[in-house]
């Protein structure tokens, strides 16, 4: 049995290639090249400036629509030079694919997380305020949308936690500050509960490989993959700050960040980010990459708290 972030079919460039040329001859996919693959889309970029997502999955394939209806409540929300990445063509299935792909315009930038840290600073900034516009868009017009809130009874979501518990024991003995968060998780009543506050449309999957920024300036260019959007916990989007920057950045974005939080909210984001840190740790185990990165998430996370 294949891992489930596995494709269910090998896609070669060739393929990709094969496949916009026979649905959109006026495209160029000469020169093909893949970007990038995640947990549900493998991304090709043409010479043109277009960047096909291809569904890894048949759940994947499904996720276009919804994604349609996101893109659409989110665009012309977030600050001026934040781009979304809005489908404008989308290939048929086939016998040669089965299922839909689509393409949006590439937008230009490089994962948050490799640029200059002299940028960080002016970057906190903007993140408050691109954080404060996705979370003023109205439950009502997220609802219309399809966009639906966290339960804490998925079972998807349950399963997913308990596979991460079950990998757990494998990352003692390495790391004395991974030794301490492995034990503080295996302590505390899993999965989360639902969040009873007041529910705010949330991006619900940022990192900083979601967040493009413009290599030569430090500005933010644009936010990516949306599938994930619910209605939320405002403070689950600063969770991957606390993980990447530690404790402090965070801060730093809320001074930008154009909403009041609750009395509860900073507890509630330093309990997610030491629950998911682990989680995303546990996970990098799984599929043997990026293991160091996230180990230095969990040091972010616990180290400076003690």
Request: glycine share 8%; hydrophobic share 45%.
């Amino acid at each position: 049995m294949s891992a489930p972030w596995e494709p269910d079919r090998p896609l070669t460039v060739n393929d990709a290639s094969a496949l916009i040329r026979q649905s959109f001859p006026a495209i160029d996919s000469r020169g093909l090249k893949h970007i990038g693959s995640g947990w549900e889309f493998d991304a090709f970029l043409t010479n043109d400036g277009w960047v096909f997502r291809f569904p890894r999955r048949a759940e994947s394939a499904k996720l276009f629509d919804a994604e349609r209806r996101v893109h659409k409540l989110v665009a012309g929300r977030l600050p001026p030079g934040v781009a979304i990445p809005r489908a404008q063509f989308v290939g048929p299935p086939s016998r040669a694919f089965a299922y839909p792909f689509a393409a949006h315009a590439f937008i230009p930038g490089i994962a948050a997380d490799e640029i200059d840290e002299g940028f960080l600073p002016a970057l906190a900034g903007q993140l408050g305020k691109a954080l404060g516009a996705i979370h003023s868009i109205p439950e009502q017009a997220a609802r219309a949308a399809g966009v639906v809130e966290m339960d804490s009874d998925d079972e998807g979501r349950q399963e997913w936690i308990g596979q991460r518990l079950e990998v757990l024991s494998a990352l003692r003995g390495v790391d004395a500050v991974v030794d301490r968060a492995v034990g503080w998780v295996k302590e505390v009543s899993l999965p989360l509960q639902r969040f009873q506050g007041p529910l705010r449309f949330i991006h619900h999957d940022l990192s900083p490989e979601h967040l493009l920024v413009d290599p030569e300036t430090g500005r933010l260019s644009g936010i990516i993959d949306w599938t994930d959007a619910i209605l939320g916990d405002a403070a689950r989007d600063f969770v991957f700050l606390v993980a990447w920057q530690g404790p402090a950045f965070a801060e730093e974005v809320l001074l930008s960040y154009p909403h009041t939080v609750d009395q509860g909210f900073r507890e509630r984001l330093d309990f997610m980010a030491r629950v998911l840190s682990v989680m995303w740790l546990a996970l990098a185990h799984e599929r043997h990459t990026e293991v160091e990165k996230l180990t230095g998430w969990v040091h972010n996370v616990f180290a400076p708290q003690g």
